[in-house]
């Protein structure tokens, strides 16, 4: 298993700001989209991947299947809770599902061994059973087919010292309860339920964008925040393991 951190960025300034693939949103930490597809690319490198079916799931706006896409994958189904873009499902075969419900696993059970690689960003932590959804995910792909996950990052630095003041994680107090976030995961919890389906992990890496030291656009804008977040990191930084330094990670796990 290899572990990598795409995420730390030394110095960034200005707010984290909506970012957006052919105008498309893409309802995730910055880069995150393109750190997976860059996973993808290397998982595929030697394949056809015109041969490969694809599953986007909880694909939002479809920026990401849109992503595939254009990188010549062809065969995608896409479910989400959400409808899509009507233009785009001239591309995806796409799904109306809500993953929590008896929907899911119909559809899971007309869509065992069929897919080679499943997609699931930014999914997991709104799901109220995650053992069950990764289970459904064993049965839906083809031996040696891939799977790839990510959630955001509850052992960063910046969770760590959130729970040690507000005993909740980061991402997940209760203003977040109203979009989705209900099941903060380990990466211990993800590797575990993983194992016990047969998941073997590849990959781990920390993504999106993770400053160590977080500026404002300008010097007026500073914030009591930012002041913390900057001075916390600075302190730590020298001393804890870098691999924790993310907004979230991605895993890739490959079905035995």
């Known amino acids: 298993?290899?572990?990598?951190?795409?995420?730390?960025?030394?110095?960034?300034?200005?707010?984290?700001?909506?970012?957006?693939?052919?105008?498309?949103?893409?309802?995730?930490?910055?880069?995150?989209?393109?750190?997976?597809?860059?996973?993808?690319?290397?998982?595929?490198?030697?394949?056809?991947?015109?041969?490969?079916?694809?599953?986007?799931?909880?694909?939002?706006?479809?920026?990401?299947?849109?992503?595939?896409?254009?990188?010549?994958?062809?065969?995608?189904?896409?479910?989400?809770?959400?409808?899509?873009?009507?233009?785009?499902?001239?591309?995806?075969?796409?799904?109306?599902?809500?993953?929590?419900?008896?929907?899911?696993?119909?559809?899971?059970?007309?869509h065992e061994n069929t897919y080679d690689l499943i997609v699931s960003l930014e999914t997991i932590e709104h799901i109220e059973n995650p053992w069950h959804f990764i289970r459904c995910?064993?049965?839906?792909?083809?031996?040696?087919?891939?799977?790839?996950?990510?959630?955001?990052?509850?052992?960063s630095p910046w969770s760590k010292i959130h729970f040690f003041f507000y005993n909740t994680f980061f991402h997940f107090s209760k203003n977040d309860l109203s979009y989705g976030h209900i099941n903060p995961m380990t990466e211990f919890e993800i590797l575990t339920v993983a194992e016990n389906y047969n998941l073997k992990c590849q990959h781990i890496v920390g993504a999106g964008e993770y400053p160590i030291v977080?500026?404002?656009?300008?010097?007026?804008?500073?914030?009591?925040?930012?002041?913390?977040?900057?001075?916390?990191?600075l302190l730590i930084y020298p001393f804890m393991r870098k691999k924790n330094f993310s907004w979230c990670k991605i895993y890739v796990f490959k079905s035995s």
């Open 1 to 110: 298993m290899k572990y990598t951190n795409r995420a730390i960025k030394f110095i960034k300034k200005g707010d984290k700001k909506s970012d957006y693939f052919k105008n498309f949103e893409i309802l995730a930490d910055t880069n995150l989209h393109q750190q997976t597809y860059d996973l993808i690319e290397e998982l595929t490198k030697f394949k056809n991947k015109e041969n490969f079916r694809v599953l986007d799931i909880a694909c939002g706006s479809g920026a990401f299947s849109l992503r595939l896409i254009d990188h010549g994958f062809i065969h995608i189904d896409a479910c989400d809770i959400n409808d899509i873009d009507e233009n785009l499902k001239k591309q995806v075969n796409f799904h109306k599902i809500d993953i929590n419900t008896q929907d899911f696993i119909q559809f899971c059970h007309a």
């Open 137 to 155: 995910i064993k049965r839906m792909l083809k031996p040696d087919g891939y799977f790839i996950v990510s959630t955001p990052n509850i052992e």
């Open 214 to 233: 977080w500026l404002p656009e300008k010097i007026l804008g500073i914030t009591f925040y930012k002041i913390k977040w900057s001075l916390y990191h």
